[in-house]
């Protein structure tokens, strides 16, 4: 009678571990790139225009932050 057994480990390799960093850093950069392209935005325009929008100029970085990080 044969037996065989088989057991999977759950750790990933070192590789899979590296492409997962990899993965996180880009998407930060990418959030961080959505909220210091919207700050620069937002603060070219003129208070006016912002009024326009019903947006007060400290409200630029609440805003970023929401459409960057969704908080």
């Known amino acids: 009678m044969a037996y065989a057994n088989t057991t999977r480990i759950g750790h990933h390799g070192l590789g899979d571990r590296i492409?997962?960093?990899?993965?996180?850093?880009?998407?930060?950069?990418?959030?961080?790139?959505?909220?210091?392209?919207?700050?620069?935005?937002?603060?070219?325009?003129?208070?006016?225009?912002?009024?326009?929008?019903?947006?007060?100029r400290s409200m630029i970085t609440r805003i970023a932050t929401e459409a960057a990080y969704g908080i």
């Open 19 to 56: 492409a997962a960093v990899v993965a996180s850093v880009k998407h930060a950069l990418a959030q961080r790139r959505i909220y210091r392209q919207t700050v620069r935005e937002l603060n070219s325009l003129t208070t006016r225009e912002l009024a326009d929008l019903g947006i007060h």
